[in-house]
């Protein structure tokens, strides 16, 4: 009489890491939130490598100063002419 093997799938234990992602990834909305803070992590992480901390976001620029957005400077510039956007990403 082995009843064990009735018990044992029947109280099989569950892995919620899976059970999480998969509940996880059937809302459409959590998984664009999860997308926008992952761009945000690796844009925080990576921000270093990219802009140079001296020439992009302590130097003034006294010609371009309280410049409205444009293509060039996306949040437009401060009253020291740094670039508002590249001092956010930074």
């Given amino acids: 009489m082995k009843r064990t093997d009735s018990i044992s799938g029947k ?7 899976l059970t999480t992602m998969h509940r996880l990834l059937k809302n459409k909305g959590a998984v664009v939130g999860l997308i926008i803070i992952l761009i945000l992590i690796v844009i925080s992480l990576t ?3 990219w802009l140079d901390y ?12 309280l410049v409205h957005p444009n293509s060039e400077h996306p949040f437009g510039t401060d009253e020291y002419g740094r670039d508002i ?4 990403l930074y």
């Avoid at 109280?11 to 890491?17: Q, S």
């Avoid at 001296?54 to 130097?59: G, R, Y």
């Fill in 47 to 49: 921000s270093n490598l």
């Fill in 54 to 65: 001296e020439k992009n976001i302590i130097e003034f620029n006294t010609k371009e100063r």
């Fill in 11 to 17: 109280y099989r234990k569950e892995n919620r890491f």
């Fill in 85 to 88: 956007f590249k001092r956010i």
